[in-house]
């Protein structure tokens, strides 16, 4: 193992066991369902709903393997003390600087997720690009198909409730709840077939609101128009 490797999984267990893990059991108490799904080696996509900003960690803490995420590189490039924290958190947690200025946006999105999964790690993604503004289910973008049709990985689908706090009437008595469920059927995708894509990716947001019980609007969120 390399030194830069060795230093990224000190900060991923620094991150996930001391700075975050105890922060979210403490806030939501995590209830967990279905980790046999998750294969502890291997590629793996992990796909989730998106309800607040904490999700991603929820889906790092329950897949109990380093899973990463995209991130704006913005996150990794503010100067001073708090600038570098904030890279070290994120970098600690499984977030990876993504460059989306000029070109395609989609682009370097697309190489970075497939780099991961070829190199047989797993990838967090939330298909909706942003969180919900109101708590309903927003339409899949079609990304996370692409990239599993192009490599033959698995995609699992995961239902996040409770993050938010809108689904949790009495918050101290309440829980934050991750269902991972079954892979996703991927039987009747290719790479080429754009209709075999994105009914792949309705499919997932389909499993995933039916654990949630999330209205599905059947529309794209607007960019940033997630709640802060």
Same mark, same amino acid.
């Given at each position: 193992m390399s030194l830069d490797e060795l230093r990224a999984a000190f900060r991923y267990r620094? #991150?996930?066991? %001391?700075?975050?893990g105890p922060a979210l059991w403490v806030w939501g108490r995590p209830k967990v369902t279905g980790r046999q799904h998750v294969p502890p080696t291997g590629p793996v996509i992990l796909a989730a709903n998106h309800l607040a900003i904490?999700?991603?960690?929820?889906?790092v803490q329950s897949a109990r393997r380093p899973v990463m995420f995209l991130a704006k590189s913005d996150y990794f490039t503010q100067p001073g003390l708090r600038g570098r924290f904030k890279k070290i958190f994120f970098s600690g947690?499984?977030?990876?600087?993504v460059d989306r200025s000029g070109g395609a946006k989609a682009s370097p999105a697309i190489?970075? #997720?497939?780099? %991961?999964?070829e190199d047989g790690g797993a990838w967090g993604i939330h298909?909706?690009?942003?969180r919900s503004p109101d708590g309903r289910m927003y339409k899949g973008h079609?990304?996370?198909i692409r990239v599993a049709a192009a490599t033959g990985t698995p995609v699992v689908p995961?239902?996040?409730?409770?993050t938010d706090g809108r689904t949790r009437s009495n918050f101290w008595k309440s829980h934050v709840s991750v269902d991972i469920l079954p892979p996703l059927d991927m039987s009747d995708v290719t790479p080429e077939d754009e209709v075999s894509i994105r009914r792949a990716t309705d499919r997932l947001m389909n499993a995933i609101a039916a654990r949630t019980g999330q209205e599905q609007t059947g529309?794209?969120?607007?960019?940033?128009s997630g709640t802060k």
């Open positions: 620094v #991150a996930r066991h %001391i700075l975050i904490s999700d991603s960690f929820y889906v947690m499984g977030q990876i600087p190489a970075a #997720a497939t780099s %991961i999964v298909p909706e690009g942003t079609t990304g996370v995961i239902a996040l409730t409770g529309v794209y969120a607007k960019p940033g």
